[in-house]
């Protein structure tokens, strides 16, 4: 098994700032509004509101006119601190949530990026996933029910979920509701859903929630 930490930071581009250059490490980055160019030794990106990307490569992200705010996912070793962007003293960025992760090197492992949408009301019925992962609400309100305990999270609230304890998650009937997903899965599922029912009738029943692939990628740990 391997101790990694799991960390979103919310980072704040003013428009018109430096460029701000990001190292080498699985990630993920999600454009909440704004929208930004971003460089890596192969390719170049623009990344629009509501977009994402998931990179292992070093990165130069060059923001435009307008403010951007940026959702953040850094896969590390437990080692490494925490940290703002690097060297981008014009940035503003708030770490929302970090989250130790044990992953079995016997696998090889992707890094997801999606979204899930719900229409007033909606549930996720019970269920597990097959890797660990961090989520942040993006509008409306959802329950998250694991282990025991109940917990709300509104917009810009984030939360860890293993993937192996299950979780049923009911959204409020007053709006619909979005998440930001962030999470680890072995290799083999790519293209795949990882979500697995606990309840064989919740397996077979209709299902609320939407689900919108941005990016994934096959990483290496650190």
């Not at 098994?1 to 430096?18: F, N, Q, V």
């Not at 130069?60 to 896969?75: A, C, E, F, K, S």
């Not at 795949?192 to 209709?206: L, T």
Request: with cysteine; glycine share 6%.
């Amino acid at each position: 098994m391997s101790e990694l930490l799991l960390r979103l930071h919310e980072d704040h581009l003013p428009a018109g700032c430096p460029p701000v250059y990001l190292p080498s490490g699985p990630r993920a980055l999600y454009v909440r509004s704004g929208g930004l160019s971003i460089e890596s030794p192969h390719d170049s990106q623009a990344l629009d509101p509501a977009q994402a990307r998931v990179s292992q490569q070093a990165l130069t992200l060059l923001n435009g006119d307008q403010d951007t705010v940026l959702w953040r996912w850094d896969l590390t070793d437990s080692a490494h601190p925490a940290a703002a962007l690097p060297s981008a003293p014009a940035t503003r960025s708030e770490l929302k949530l970090e989250a130790p992760i044990s992953l079995d090197r016997r696998f090889e492992w992707l890094m997801r990026c999606d979204r899930v949408d719900f229409p007033k009301g909606g549930v996720a019925l019970t269920h597990v996933h097959q890797g660990p992962g961090i989520r942040i609400c993006d509008y409306g309100l959802i329950s998250i029910e694991t282990l025991g305990n109940s917990h709300q999270h509104p917009p810009g609230s984030a939360w860890f979920e293993l993937g192996h304890a299950p979780v049923l998650a009911p959204t409020t009937d007053a709006k619909e509701t979005r998440f930001i997903r962030c999470f680890l899965l072995p290799r083999q599922l790519k293209g795949r859903s990882s979500i697995r029912y606990v309840r064989p009738e919740d397996a077979a029943a209709q299902k609320t929630q939407r689900y919108k692939v941005f990016a994934e990628r096959y990483i290496d740990l650190p």
